[in-house]
């Protein structure tokens, strides 16, 4: 079966210190992946999509950046947080043909203190 | 580029009203449509979508119709209940066009007893 997962849950960092998000997909081959950010009130910001290994394209110019090093594989980074860094990060994937649904992680709760 | 607007929120409903919440996109050609529901305390869970203008799709007793020439895809739902109570999301996928997924900024629906 097809399953996502997502790591931390969540996460509590200082302001300067570098960030690793990392996703993982299993049951699927060659899928879109994506970086979402929700802020409380707020709808859901695309920050990165990928749709094969090595190719990223970023929406909202800012403090992060994103890898794919692996077909199953996404990444969210930073080299130094910001306060305003904080939010709930989602990771998702859809098959390239898009007829289907997307499929969430369980997010990460990113604190920058 | 492709975008999608959906009414403002908070809506307020007692139960058995009828609800609609509008969504318009903007994209060239022919996007999927969905629309995606996040519970209280839950993750995102795909509710319906449509890939070919005039389809309608349907879920729980929610419906939408892809609409080319409005470029619309409002969704209703004909006497809501309490446990309907959640953030709605409308959503464009555009295979043609990058693989990008983007959601509106989200409707939050309160159903009262």
């Known amino acids: 079966s097809q399953t996502i997962h997502q790591w931390p849950a969540t996460l509590v960092q200082p302001v300067g210190s570098p960030l690793s998000l990392e996703c993982t997909v299993e049951g699927t081959s060659n899928p879109n992946l994506y970086w979402y950010r929700q802020a409380a009130g707020r709808g859901l910001q695309l920050l990165f999509y990928?749709?094969?290994?090595?190719?990223i394209s970023s929406e909202v110019p800012q403090n992060l950046s994103a890898s794919r090093p692996q077909d199953r594989q996404f990444i969210l980074s930073s080299k130094k947080l910001l306060l305003s860094d904080s939010g709930f990060y989602l990771c998702?994937?859809?098959?390239?043909?898009?007829?289907?649904?997307?499929?969430f992680g369980q997010g990460t709760r990113l604190t920058v203190v | 580029g492709n975008s999608v607007t959906q009414m403002e929120g908070p809506v307020t409903l007692s139960e058995e009203a009828f609800l609609t919440i509008n969504c318009t996109y903007t994209a060239t050609g022919y996007p999927s449509l969905f629309w995606y529901v996040q519970y209280p305390g839950e993750g995102l869970q795909l509710l319906l979508k449509a890939t070919k203008a005039d389809d309608k799709g349907s879920n729980k007793g929610f419906e939408a119709t892809y609409r080319k020439e409005t470029t619309s895809f409002h969704l209703e739902k004909g006497s809501v209940q309490v446990s309907d109570s959640a953030v709605y999301f409308c959503?464009?996928?555009?295979?043609?066009?990058?693989?990008?997924?983007?959601f509106g900024q989200g409707t939050e629906l309160s159903v009262k007893p």
């Open positions: 959503a464009l996928y555009h295979y043609n066009q990058g693989g990008k997924l983007i």
């Open positions: 998702a994937w859809l098959q390239q043909w898009g007829g289907d649904k997307a499929f």
């Open positions: 990928s749709v094969g290994i090595g190719q």
